[in-house]
């Protein structure tokens, strides 16, 4: 079964990347079918063969007859930004969320019955997800939506927009894969519940049990235990803030929070192990296991990743109950196909990849090293006081059982004859328990090094100590949170032991991770691993599963193979993209804000703002660890040598504390801006990871490999003030052989007329202000006389940037206009005679 889910995953990436006509692969399944079929009992390899051949080809034909609708097509072919009247009714619910900033959200998938536009109304079949929010609210005047309940309500639709930068998260595919096509945001008290309910109702009882199961949860714990318990059982983790969600993620511990199949394990394994205990008959123990996994499944409702542990464990236990051999590489291998048949677009989850491989890493890897090592000596401490025993074993095993009686008779005059021996017993399995858990995390952070650098741009630095802890922790948590939620249902007073045993755990576990998670090390992080070093890891993985079973110096041999790889990926150099010859001038798509990657031709990197996201729009994206920095480990940094901050507006440094958390730069460049508290915190950051800080003013120029920069903004502090903030704008000209590059920030009309003395003059103009018409006044474009310019700016922003005034003055003297918003990231190079432009999305 492994070999034909190996197969059929590869005829499903040859299908996506090399089609061919549907009857292609339609000829190919039927010849390999019957050919197959004909082999398997005359010829077996060449029958064996046949069959993984009839996988492949099926593979190849799934993912192409199964392509996802076009959600740009038809129906869904609405204007972004559309004020609209809905009519939907709630498929996914989530729970009320109480703000920082006193507002109470709640987030809830919809499918839509009917759009209303200027009076007219129509049919709409799509998916929503939409935010309803309601200010300065308690969660208990706040009316939840449930499944199947019918709602009206006005709001503006969009459409799912993606940062269109290398490197960038996919948020439309996200959506699209989850039935989402629009997104809206709507006021509680303008929604109308309407009669009625749509829906079925068997998700109806399970979205009760799942409520019901929250609110037990909420009246067990505290509100921060509360969080995690939920988290951790439920798999909703809105709750949790984004510091602690940052410090699980910087520690390797944040699929302790996520509904995995390390809890389907847990669970499985505690309930099997207490039926047999009990004496349950093994066919009734296994029968009530899989059904309390499949339960558990249901009501969760998380989807892909419960199932996938539920059905390799109903494998499991099915071979288990008819005597066949208990292999669970077979076990993976039936769950894997059974999967991609019904869903051959997951292959190409992180999800899915992850899972997989963390079972893959311990089956083909783990388990026969332990085979070799530990798992003998276990065998070695049964019936310790049986001589007739010793004759089973090898003669190692034997004199370790003597040497054990032997220890174990001197503690007798101690501790007494029933506890000596027993005693020793125990504390071997112990240790050896010990020993396998921190070699299957040492092993799994080992496997795991190249997708977590490919996915999350993280070393495992902190992830073996940190999983050392949390990883018990969580099993004593998980047993006693679900003991609670149990006995709760029959006696609230009993049920608060188990809950003080869970909140004891979760404190600690939660505690340890924060400790970890706030270590400079911790921050450690790594680029885009390159083509050829994936080619390596992958290769090295493969090579350790395949000599894990061979002999020693062959198993051995596999895992230095595979450790050097690892290490290699964590702390070894990365190729950075780079053309030769040339500055580089790169605007990354941040939205509304600004951010511009400078290359020399030498590879000097600055970045001059990260963007940023204003504290009034109460959003969670972080855009410097969520959209910057992938783009720049996408581009093989891990470094950088400067970045400079324009002025003081959340829209430009925003995103700045988490550059210099991932890049280290070597310095900090600023203008003579006055300080405001959020400037304040970022200054602090730079002098905690020891980031010198440089200021300039309108006059200072210096040079920095083969680039001439030159400051014309803003005056000195002892000149005549500064009236508005955007005037405090740092503006540079960066100079490379004949051609020059003016960066304005935001600097508006006053600061532009005083930039006028120093006779500005540029091949390419970063426009100010994202094309405010506050900006860019004709006297700056005659005397710059520009033939390529940058807006950056955010798609559908509130202040109707760029300005048509500006794009007229701009189309007018002939200037070659890019938008982030319409082009993605927009790159120039400047190769000290021209200028090449080079769209980001190209």
Known sequence: MLWAAIAYSAGLLIGRYAWRPPSWWMVAVAVFGFSAIFYSRKRPPAGFALVLSFFFVSGALSIQSNARPDATSSEYSLSDGQPVVLTAHVVREGVPQQRDYGDLRQRADLEAEQIEMDGQASPLRAGIRASFYSKNASPESMCEFRYGQRLRFPARLSRPHNFRNAGAFDYEGYLAENGIHFVVSAKSNEVERLPGFAGNRLEQSRSEIRHGVIQKIYALWPEKQAALVNAMLVGDNASIGRELLADFQRTGTYHVLVISGLKVSILALVTFWLLRRMRVNNLIASLTTVTLTVSYAFVTGVGAPVWRATLMLALYLCARLVYRRKSVLNAVGGAALVLLLIDPAALFGASFQLSFLCILIICAIVVPWLERTTQPVFSALKNPRSTAYDFALPPKLVQFRLDLRSIGGRLERFIGRRLALPGL????????????????????????????????????????????????????????????????????????????????????????????????????????????????????????????????RYALAGMALLSASAISICVGPRQFQAVPNALEVTAIDVGQGDSILLVSPHRHTVLIDAGGIPSWMHAELDIGEDVVSPYLWSRGLTRLDAVAITHAHADHIGGMKAVLANFHPRELWMGVTPTNGELNDLLQE???????????????????????????????????????????????????????????????????RQMLDEQPQADLLKVAHHGSATSTIPELLAAVQPRFAVISVGARNVYGHPRVEVLERLAAAHVRTYRTDFDGAVTMYLDGKTVIPLRGDR
Request: glycine share 6%; charged share 15%.
């Open 425 to 552: 017993v125990l504390a071997g399995r112990c240790a050896l328990l010990a020993v396998e858990f921190f070699f299957i995390s040492l092993i799994l952070q080992i496997g795991f090094a190249l997708p977590m650098a490919y996915y999350f741009h993280r070393s495992t630095t902190l992830s073996l100590p940190a999983n050392v802890l949390a990883v018990p922790l969580t099993e004593i948590a998980l047993i006693a949170c679900m003991a609670a939620i149990g006995i709760s249902y029959i006696s609230p007073a009993v049920a608060k032991v188990p809950a003080l045993l869970a909140g004891i755990a979760l404190q600690a576990m939660a505690g340890s991770v924060q400790w970890m998670g706030r270590l400079r090390v911790a921050d450690a992080r790594v680029a885009t691993p390159g083509i050829w070093l994936t080619i390596i890891g992958t290769a090295a993985l493969i090579c350790a599963m395949a000599m894990a079973r061979r002999p020693w």
């Open 686 to 752: 730079a002098n905690e990871l020891h980031i010198p800080i440089k200021q300039f003013k309108s006059g200072d120029h210096f040079v920095e490999d083969d680039l001439t920069f030159r400051v014309l903004a803003p005056p000195a502090a002892d000149e005549e003030p500064i009236r508005k903030r955007n005037d405090e704008s740092l503006v540079m000209s960066v100079r490379y052989g004949q051609t020059t590059a003016l960066l304005e920030g935001d600097a508006e009309k006053e600061s532009e």
